[in-house]
């Protein structure tokens, strides 16, 4: 009789989805549910350019290293919030810098996004020796949770684990977690398909959440771009960190800029891509680190002014 409920119980659960939809494999050959049979698989949603996503990302590689002897596999799949993230030296470039060893499965047709059903990005999904999806979370945090959930599947696979119960992670940059009690301020994405709170003309003080630009800039779907040097974005900010998705029009080339907030020099709030100064350089298609600023975290106004035109400012974040 237990045995019976055991086996309905574990009929009714979704089965690993197909990988085939995958337009290229990085780090790996093509991998296929039947052939990962017997191992404990963690498949995360990411896409190179999604802060959420890179503040997962040093508990990821960490259970990838330490639990790779134990049965088990991780698999990112990259699928794509970006048109520019389909370009797979972009994503070649991302996981070097990242230090990304284990498997990509890229999902440029989002052809494997489909197939689990997912609408979220990061995304976990844990599925068991038996190829059943036992576990899923969705966005940051339940780090426990979520590699108790490892640890129970890999045991009932047979391993027997030893050491510490959790991993334990350093940050740093973009992969540090955010500071969530002085988040007042939400993604803002700067094309016109998505865009919210624009400000036009650019008012001397602007309302908390708001943004606007100066110069010649054209609104493209999803991103604006500067046509002439000495162009502007100004956003009215209340959080520690402060992130820019952007990059050159044309691969190959750079443009230089230089942040201000509150219209002073950042000092010891610049982030990772901006010096004391607020000087730095756009060079690729990526998320650059602008502001992280010591406490009181206080309402502010950021600004970022281009000495050059050919650039593509596509999203804010904050953390």
Not at 161 to 175: A, H, I, Q
Not at 262 to 275: E, K, W
Not at 293 to 310: L, Y
């Amino acid at each position: 009789m237990w045995h019976g409920l055991v086996f309905v119980l574990a009929s009714m659960l979704p089965t690993f989805p197909s990988l085939s939809g995958a337009t290229a494999w990085l780090n790996s050959p093509p991998l296929t549910p039947a052939a990962l049979r017997g191992k404990v698989v963690l498949v995360e949603f990411w896409t190179y350019t999604c802060v959420n996503w890179e503040r997962t990302l040093p508990y990821v590689r960490a259970w990838a290293t330490r639990y790779k002897t134990d049965g088990f596999v991780v698999i990112g799949v990259h699928t794509p919030e970006f048109s520019f993230e389909k370009n797979l030296d972009n994503i070649r470039r991302a996981m070097q810098g990242d230090r990304i060893d284990y498997p990509v499965a890229v999902d440029s047709d989002y052809a494997i996004w489909n197939a689990f059903d997912n609408s979220y990005w990061p995304a976990l999904y844990l599925i068991d020796a038996q190829g059943h999806i036992r576990y899923h979370h969705f966005g940051e945090g339940a780090y426990e949770a979520s590699e108790s959930e490892i640890r129970q599947l890999l045991s009932d696979a047979g391993h027997h684990l030893n050491g510490p119960t959790y991993v334990s992670v350093d940050p740093v940059g973009l992969e540090v977690a955010a500071d969530w009690d002085d988040v007042k301020s939400g993604e803002t994405y700067l094309g016109s398909d998505r865009t919210t709170n624009f400000v036009s003309p650019a008012p001397t003080l602007l309302p908390l959440n708001s943004w606007a630009v100066s110069g010649d800039w054209k609104i493209g779907r999803e991103a604006i771009e500067l046509n002439r040097a000495d162009g502007t974005i100004v956003f009215q900010f209340h959080a520690r960190d402060l992130n820019l998705i952007m990059g050159p029009t044309r691969p190959g080339t750079s443009v230089r800029f230089r942040v201000r907030i509150d219209g002073h020099p950042p000092g010891n709030a610049h982030g990772v891509d901006a010096d004391a100064n607020g000087d730095g350089v756009v060079s690729e298609q990526r998320t650059y680190q602008l502001i992280r600023q010591p406490k009181p975290i206080v309402d502010r106004r950021f600004e970022i002014e281009f000495f050059g035109p050919g650039i593509q400012a596509f999203d804010v974040t904050f953390g």
